[in-house]
């Protein structure tokens, strides 16, 4: 296998875009990539996307994406894994390059939640969940994520408070990003206060679904070196499946997938967790956050609640997440998601964060889930030196 | 790269299977493919499938399918391109073969059209089109192919007459395969006096869609070798895209994407149109069997129609094409439909074809569209020898 590197990025602010169409989205973030990267010599496109065939009823997106791009003829996919989506098109095109078939490859992910609101767009996001045993039945994924929290709520001897920093970090993080889809902080008492959603789950536990787009240049790591920025390797790629029915798992509070995938990707980088410098993790729910960073070894079973503190997962922390404002703050642009948080990866490593930089970091992890961590991606990213 | 190839094949009979689901589908067609192999060590799951948001409410078919298998925690992708789904399914899994991440792989191509009927699905098959310049304009894949059609005929001075072939060899080739959707022959004269469908395409110009699942087992060619089945060798892999509105391109007859992904087929295989001993090609409509031909380099341009004879495209012709039906009496199984080809390929070159069986077939090539071509696949396949 070939070592493979990532060598531009691009992405648009996340949010209510009314005014933007998908592939306007699309083609904004990838030209930004191919500019970043200094070249427009693509030899496949991959489309990550999660819901447009429901939401825009608009479905083969590859062609689509290549022809905007003035890219018409280049072989291209779309890859949908729900939310994972991004990370699964990043893992296919890393696999493709590394091949040798692939020279240079362009991910795109793009989500357009606005051409459908409200009830209509929650049945469609319901149908990542597994349609017979929980769409069907009225689940939607806030509700799962209730019927979660719950029970870890119950585990535990806690109460929702427990939780209140993950969704403080995020939203302090996404205050300093000009991308960020809500730009607020919290005040003192509003995370307490906020309307209930699925109870126990309130307003500020739940990400918020926008539209946006973020893109990634691909290639072998010898030839990302000739292109115009610098280069970020990519040293490990690791996916893995678990029930998408959460009825189905023996335990509904481990992440099965989740806590597969970053195993493998540490065996392949061979690092563990201390050598993580931030990590992008996926906290759709804050319920998600926690069991993530126990799913990827960070905390010990029941105890990743303790690390909701900013000395902890701050910019300043002993493991900065969501350095951006993560799904919370910066928003969950869904099967675009895990493109962003390798473009924001690369940023950091790059040392190009702005008011988001953890400083001297050197290895960033990303792990992406689908629906309730149905499909769990981790990727683990180093500066080409 | 490693050598890649096909160590096992499954798949279920096409049609309306108004009593068997999208998961259970799917589990018939992969665990006979399993079977076949001799194996049930799968490293990663590919499913093709192009319209299950839309049909069944079910999107995220990566980790269902893998669950109903036994498989949880195997990393699972579902790949979509319309109904080239299953071949860019096919490529993306043998990508990751060859690229050494991944030992042995299962391509699972399932579609479930009988969950939603008539109207409804004519409005989900447009979502292949181009959202807003086609099917928001009232465009269908069967309107857009009378448009091509009308087009060709006006060209060439030719009456749908001459596309009777096609489907008569379809039709011909459909009534000795116990899977196929439509097993009768045509008539003298059936043709001529068929209903419209939307002029000047008649209904034994469209191939029908139908429910279906279609599975096979990828591995390195030295694995391969020591599982249970005659291994075919996967020798070329290639794929490209056109513009999705067929407005857009330059001559409505040149389906660009099939020239290109042949082209880069031969290249890589080594071989031209004079070595290929049967051809997979993808008659969604007669029109496009005729434009498939001349793509793909068995054709002049404007002389595809004259292949539509028995000692041309028959069993026992030049070069046999649909050998099993293909889509017009096999059916077509949308995000299926291309690992039906693969598989059907394998039988040939097994030797295990029966009744459909093309004597002494070496060489096989599969070419695979989505929509209008908007994608194409093509892949060449031979005995590991």
Redesign the interface.
């Known amino acids: ?1 070939r070592d493979v590197s990532i060598a531009g990025i691009g992405l648009t602010p996340v949010g209510e875009h009314w005014e933007i ?1 998908l ?1 306007d989205l699309a083609q904004e973030a990838a030209s930004e990539a191919l500019d970043n990267a200094g070249t427009t010599a693509v030899d ?2 991959y489309v990550a996307n ?2 447009a ?2 939401i ?9 994406v ?2 905007v791009l003035g ?12 939310d994972a989506s991004g990370g ?1 098109a990043l893992r ?1 095109a890393y ?2 390059v ?5 020279e240079t490859a362009l991910v795109v992910g793009v989500e357009k939640f606005t051409d459908l609101v409200a009830s209509p767009r929650q ?2 996001l ?7 045993f929980e ?2 039945q009225g689940a939607t994924p806030a509700a799962m994520a209730a019927l979660i929290m719950q029970r870890y709520l119950y585990e535990y001897g806690l109460t929702l408070e427990a939780f209140a920093g993950f969704s403080e970090n995020a939203h302090a993080n996404g205050a300093l990003n000009e991308h960020a889809m809500y730009r607020n902080r919290l005040r003192p008492g509003m995370f307490a206060s906020a309307p209930v959603v699925a109870p126990p789950v309130g307003l500020f536990d739940a990400a918020p679904e926008g539209d946006g787009a973020a893109a990634l240049v691909i290639s072998s790591s010898e030839h990302a070196r000739d292109m115009g920025a610098v280069p970020v390797r990519i040293v490990a ?9 959460v009825q ?1 798992r023996a335990n509904p509070l481990a992440l ?2 989740a806590r ?2 970053a195993r493998k990707a540490f065996q392949q980088a061979g690092l563990g967790p201390d050598d993580i410098d931030l990590f992008e993790l996926h906290d759709s729910f804050t319920i998600m956050a926690a069991l993530s960073l126990e799913a990827a070894g960070f905390a010990e079973t029941g105890q990743g609640h303790r690390m909701a503190r900013p000395e902890m997962i701050g910019l300043g922390g002993s493991l900065p997440i969501g350095t951006f404002g993560g799904l919370k703050a910066r928003g969950n642009p869904g099967g675009a998601t895990g493109v962003y948080q390798a473009v924001e990866i690369v940023q950091q490593l790059r040392g190009v964060a702005g008011k988001n930089q953890v400083e001297g970091a050197r290895i960033g992890m990303a792990q992406n889930l ?2 309730m961590g ?2 769990a991606v981790t990727h683990i990213f180093q500066p080409l030196d």
Chains 1, 2 share one sequence.
């Not at 825009?56 to 689509?64: A, M, N, V």
């Not at 890219?71 to 729900?82: M, S």
């Not at 319901?126 to 017979?132: F, G, K």
């Open positions: 296998m169409s592939r496949a496109i999660a819901l065939g429901q825009s009823r608009q479905e083969h997106l590859g062609p689509l290549a022809d890219l018409r003829g280049v072989e291209a996919i779309r890859v949908e894994a729900a699964m296919q696999l493709a590394a091949s040798g078939a692939i049945s469609a319901a149908s990542s969940l597994d349609a017979e769409a069907e790629s690791a996916a893995a499946s678990d029930s998408l029915a189905d099965e997938a597969i995938s689908g629906a149905g499909t």
